[in-house]
T-cell receptor, first 113, second 115 residues
Framework: AQSVTQLGSHVSVSEGALVLLRCNYS??????LFWYVQYPNQGLQLLLK??????LVKGINGFEAEFKKSETSFHLTKPSAHMSDAAEYFC???????????FGKGTRLSVIA | DVKVTQSSRYLVKRTGEKVFLECVQD?????MFWYRQDPGLGLRLIYF???????EKGDIPEGYSVSREKKERFSLILESASTNQTSMYLC??????????????FGPGTRLTVT
């Protein structure tokens, strides 16, 4: 069965430090991959999505993710963490023509002043 | 701007009550989804619908039913609420089935407590 694995349920970084949130997918066909963010007591909103146009995808709020087929990974990065980045982040996958999305279990990001 | 709204942000119900959670989207989306979110378990799909009056079971449909009488509205029904259904419920919608790269748009969630 298709699955998405997010390594680390909780990641803590200092303000200004690099953010790296890891995601591995299992699709055997070219995937469409997504990162969503959820702020406290809110729904999920799209950060960025990969649809095979380019392997490095830029999203909102300075985040980007790189698709690496050889590693079946789609890790999310941000060069410099801000306090407002504290939230839960979800990686999601769907093969072509399939719905709904398969979500990872999420990674909670804490940013320390 | 896509909007998905849910009827309540917070709801408290008693065990055995019938509970209705309503979701409305304004983007003429074909697909609608209901998830529950629990700490450490992520999002789990309850039911989804790809057309009016159509429904498909997700990963955890037991104890739930759904209704989609109009394209913009998707209701989740707890026939007899139990304490283990205390959770955050998220509704989402997306465009045509099979359209590659279609993201889902989420509502703000309903935090349901069953006592």
């Amino acid at each position: 069965a298709q699955s998405v694995t997010q390594l680390g349920s909780h990641v803590s970084v200092s303000e200004g430090a690099l953010v790296l949130l890891r995601c591995n997918y299992s699709s055997s066909v070219p995937p469409y991959l997504f990162w969503y963010v959820q702020y406290p007591n809110q729904g999920l909103q799209l950060l960025l999505k990969y649809t095979s146009a380019a392997t490095l995808v830029k999203g909102i709020n300075g985040f980007e993710a790189e698709f690496k087929k050889s590693e079946t990974s789609f890790h999310l990065t941000k060069p410099s963490a801000h306090m407002s980045d504290a939230a839960e982040y979800f990686c999601a996958d769907t093969p072509i023509g399939n719905t709904p999305l398969v979500f990872g279990k999420g990674t909670r990001l804490s940013v320390i002043a | 701007d896509v909007k998905v709204t849910q009827s309540s942000r917070y709801l408290v119900k008693r065990t055995g009550e019938k509970v209705f959670l309503e979701c409305v989207q304004d983007m003429d989306h074909e697909n609608m989804f209901w998830y529950r979110q629990d700490p450490g378990l992520g999002l789990r799909l309850i039911y989804f619908s790809y057309d009016v009056k159509m429904k498909e079971k997700g990963d955890i449909p037991e104890g739930y039913s759904v209704s989609r009488e109009k394209k913009e509205r998707f209701s989740l029904i707890l026939e007899s609420a139990s304490t283990n259904q205390t959770s955050m419920y998220l509704c989402a919608s997306s465009g045509p089935l099979g359209f590659a790269g279609d993201e889902q748009y989420f509502g703000p969630g309903t935090r349901l407590t069953v006592t």
